[in-house]
Structure formats: structure tokens, C-alpha cells
């Protein structure tokens, strides 16, 4: 299993069609403090299975690590690839929505997709420290 895209963004959706929007691609959060609680964001990713793997279950873990290796966070769960048709490859979207990531150091992240334990794909995410700037002081 291949992972052909792993991306953050303000916002993505599939069609029933199974085409995949993303909106708000990105890979900069400016946060004015630290500890900074991140709101909202989703991570995207599109796999891809040929007809060997098909109708096989899989292993889906993401892992979020600061520059230091150290974990953020860490989700998994099991995977059933889908049979596909005429030998052709597979393709499955997922979207996982974020809700209240933590940060409290500025610096290098990234989330990594594992598949059966194996680092396939990495998003990497990097946090900027920007102060909210004070109106000017009129004497």
C-alpha cells in the first residue's frame, strides 16, 4: 500500500463521486503564545493498493512528533482494503479532522503515516512564533 498524499488544511470534503476538495492547504501555523492550542485542522491523505492487497486488512497509525522526536499524538486504527475492479489499483481517501492539537514550543513538527508499522508519507508542519503586534502609542 502506497500512501500517494498526506497533506494539512483548513477544510476537505469527497464527493460522492469520490473526488477529493481541499481547501486551505498548509504548512506554517503562526501562533501569538506558547502554549498554543491549535483550533482546527485536517489531516488528508489518498491511499493506493494494487490487486494483491486487496481485501486485506491493514494497520493505519499517524504520529505527530516535535523536532525532538518527542510524540504529540498519536492515532490508529485497522484498514480494510477494498476490492477493486479489473486489476486496476485502488485509491481510498481519508480525512481526519484535529481538534485541539497542542504546541508548546515553536519549532519543527511532523505528522507520520504508518502502515503496518512502517513510515510511508510525512507532513511536516512548522510552528512560527509571531507575537501579536501592540497599536501604535500616540504621545
Known amino acids: 500500500m502506497e500512501v500517494k498524499l498526506a497533506l494539512l488544511a483548513d477544510y476537505a470534503?469527497?464527493?460522492?463521486?469520490g473526488?477529493?476538495?481541499v481547501m486551505g492547504v498548509f504548512t506554517h501555523i503562526n501562533a501569538p503564545v506558547f502554549p498554543w492550542v491549535h483550533p482546527q485542522m485536517q489531516?488528508?491523505?489518498?491511499?493506493?493498493a494494487g490487486p494483491a492487497e486487496w481485501e486485506t486488512d491493514k494497520q493505519?497509525?499517524?504520529?505527530l512528533l516535535d523536532q525532538d522526536g518527542i510524540q504529540i499524538l498519536s492515532i490508529g486504527g485497522g484498514l480494510k482494503?477494498?476490492?477493486?475492479?479489473?486489476?486496476?489499483?485502488?485509491?481510498?481517501?481519508?480525512?481526519?479532522?484535529?481538534?485541539?492539537?497542542?504546541f508548546n514550543t515553536?519549532?519543527?513538527?511532523?505528522?507520520?503515516?504508518?502502515i503496518g508499522g512502517e513510515t510511508k508519507k510525512e507532513a511536516p508542519l512548522q510552528v512560527n512564533h509571531i507575537p501579536p503586534q501592540q497599536p501604535n502609542a500616540k504621545v
Open 60 to 63: 493505519l497509525e499517524i504520529k
Open 19 to 21: 473526488k477529493l476538495n
Open 81 to 102: 482494503v477494498p476490492k477493486g475492479q479489473s486489476g486496476r489499483r485502488v485509491q481510498m481517501q481519508s480525512i481526519m479532522s484535529l481538534v485541539n492539537v497542542p
Open 13 to 17: 470534503n469527497v464527493t460522492k463521486e
Open 106 to 114: 515553536e519549532g519543527d513538527y511532523c505528522f507520520y503515516v504508518l
Open 43 to 48: 489531516l488528508v491523505l489518498q491511499l493506493e
